[in-house]
Nanobody
Framework: QVQLVESGGGLVQPGGSLRLSCAAS????????MSWYRQAPGKQRELVAA???????EYADSVKGRFTISRDNAKNTVYLQMNSLKFEDTAVYYC?????????????WGQGTQVTISL
């Protein structure tokens, strides 16, 4: 079992920056692939960025060059640095931990943190 707690959301103007954090507890953090998803009102949840247990990263096209995902296994924390924020980045951001082992999937979600881009 993994518990995930996101923090760092808030209200920021366009062009601004935020750093989201997701603190994990309850299991061995380093073996999980970690991701950030977001869900805007009336839209489906979408993958924003992911980092594997080995440190490989991937990003949604809409955030490439603006967002950076990273992890600190010593602190059991994954981060999402968001720069050059746009109105369309407004959403609830969720942290996800995923692992597949011997055909069994382990999939955990945080409660989400609101990010609002507004003047």
């Amino acid at each position: 079992q993994v518990q995930l707690v996101e923090s760092g959301g808030g209200l920021v103007q366009p062009g601004g920056s935020l750093r989201l954090s997701c603190a994990a507890s309850g299991s061995i953090f380093s073996i999980y692939d970690m991701s950030w998803y977001r869900q805007a009102p009336g839209k489906q949840r979408e993958l924003v960025a992911a980092i594997t247990s080995g440190g490989s990263t991937e990003y949604a096209d809409s955030v490439k060059g603006r967002f950076t995902i990273s992890r600190d296994n010593a602190k059991n924390t994954v981060y999402l640095q968001m720069n050059s924020l746009k109105f369309e980045d407004t959403a609830v951001y969720y942290c996800n931990a995923y692992r597949s082992w011997l055909g069994v999937k382990f999939d955990y979600w945080g409660q989400g943190t609101q990010v609002t881009i507004s003047l």
